[in-house]
């Protein structure tokens, strides 16, 4: 049966390469089908800052000519992906969702953004987030985004784009960049998956900056096996980025298919069966490790006690680097900032240094928790996110007491930012939906460098579950009402 | 540490250079304050003879060839 625009849409990475080589699909018409999306559906969404229909479709003509010559063609050669406006592209605007960088067009591309295009990759746009990548973002200066499962709710944050753009069908593929959760939030929130790497196994360069010790670039797909193939494209040491591990990367896609067999997981106590967690994802996590264990691996519990401590402790370090990156901008141009992010930083900038000390010294001794805790299990679960999505009303409502800020920030910063703080990789899949139809996140996080075993690992939950095979309920031709239009 | 008014909010600010408008005060306090009673537990925590590094070295793949 000859599959519709929408089936190829929503097609893998992998088989969409597969059609391209076999020349049953023209880039070309795989690129005009994204568009035609982007189209329909981003005036409601807001996953683009920037869509790059011409050049894009000059790139896919360029990869249809060479299919038809016959030449070797990249792993990814005629894909139509996205990134995070947070990653340098010679002659395109590089904005990071602030009016501070709006007309910033740099004269570099970040390495990810080059290894994606040397595999054959085709840049289709460059998508939204929250200002400057650091959450709390008040208005939108190029549209609000828009969770797909309801256009009421957040798609999380602050690679809102990302998560947005490959639930959507609007790219095959995007990266985002991960300081402390924000690949996973937003494909948490959106229903699809997202891998922060180890870190120093992907190269910064290009990337802005928020952490240096913790900002992370990473693949958002919609299958596992999507997601280690851009993991092995992106990976590897850069000479740009000293940081960059100097270790050959493995092919992430070998394996996949072992199963859990004997593998050992460890349901983290306080994250999973924790008051904070609501009683829909605890109940779906658990049910995920309960089909793991079936599956054959050997479940149990594992206690982290500081991990609760991990959002604020993230915050007082995180926000700080982010101070010192932004203070120039916060002297002279406060207002141009979106008034969320302002008082972010504001806050930080007057964060003592006995603190971020402190800070510094918890975050050694939670993350030899956690590679304790590792030494004894292959894998880590819990929940992505202590909720599902919430209504981006939730995050507009001004802050009038402290109890607010620790809800607001600190609580669901602790799901995430554990892996942030210890370095590790953490990969963020569906594992439910709720009851109001929001998707629900199972967080997997493995030992430094060890991708491979929570791709398996995911893989395995992936092929005994369809959640990852849902799409969103998309209506066309729905207008943003309440941002405003997108700068040419 | 004592709970931070917006006045203390105001004052160090200013001595850093980096003025906080009227509109903003009340939120940067209540945040900040919110940090430090989050950032309260620490002060029971074994930290003193933990070394703050912020990321461990790649050891083994600091050995391996470069490519």
Known sequence: MTPTPDDLAFASVTHVVRLVRDRQLSPVELLRIYLDRIERHDGALRAYITVLGDAALEAARRAEAA?????????????????????????????????????????????????????????????????????????????????????????????????????????????????????????????????????????????????????????????????????????????????????????????????????????????????????????????????????????????????????????????????????????????????????????????PAATYHQASRARALLRAQMHEALARHDVLVCPTAHQAAPPIAAGRAPITSRAQVAGRFFTRRSYVTPAALAGTPALAMPCGFTDAGLPISLQLIGRRFDERTVLRTARAYEADTDWSRRRPPLSPGVADVDSPRRPA | MNELTERDVSTMAAAIGLPVAVDDLTEVTHRLNALFEALTPLADLPLDTVEPNPVLPDLDGGLAPRT
């Not at chain 1, 969702?97 to 004269?107: D, F, K, T």
């Not at chain 1, 240096?212 to 990976?235: C, K, N």
């Open chain 1, 67 to 351: 299919v038809m010559d016959g030449g070797p063609l990249g792993p990814l050669h005629g894909v139509p992906y996205a990134v995070k406006d947070q990653f340098a592209t010679t002659g395109v605007r590089t904005t990071l969702g602030s009016r501070l960088l709006e007309h910033h067009v740099p004269s570099e591309t970040a390495t990810v953004v080059s290894r994606m295009q040397a595999a054959g990759g085709i840049l289709l746009g460059k998508l939204n987030l929250t200002e400057f990548a650091l959450g709390g973002t008040q208005q939108f200066p190029f549209g609000q985004p828009r969770n797909p499962w309801n256009l009421e709710h957040d798609p999380g944050g602050s690679s809102s784009g990302s998560g947005i753009a490959v639930a959507a069908g609007l790219c095959a593929a995007s990266l985002g960049e991960d300081t402390g959760g924000s690949v996973r939030s937003p494909a948490a929130f959106c229903g699809v998956i997202g891998l922060r790497p180890t870190w120093s196994l992907v190269s910064r360069h290009g990337c802005f900056p928020l952490s240096w010790s913790m900002d992370t670039a990473g693949p958002v797909a919609r299958t596992v096996e999507d997601t280690a193939l851009l993991l092995g494209v992106i990976a590897g040491h850069d000479p740009a980025d000293p940081t960059t591990s100097r270790r050959p990367v493995p092919d992430y896609r070998a394996g996949l298919d072992e199963g859990v067999r004997g593998l050992r997981i460890g349901v983290v106590r306080e994250l999973t069966y924790g008051a904070e967690t609501d009683v829909e994802v605890r109940s779906a996590v658990m049910t995920a490790a309960q089909r793991l264990e079936k599956l054959g691996a050997r479940v149990d519990e594992v206690s982290l006690p500081l991990v609760t401590l991990a959002g604020a402790v993230f915050m007082a370090l995180a926000d700080s680097d982010g101070a010192g990156l932004h203070q120039h901008w916060l002297r002279t141009r406060p207002l141009d900032y979106d008034q969320g992010t302002r008082r972010r930083l504001l806050t930080a900038a007057l964060i």
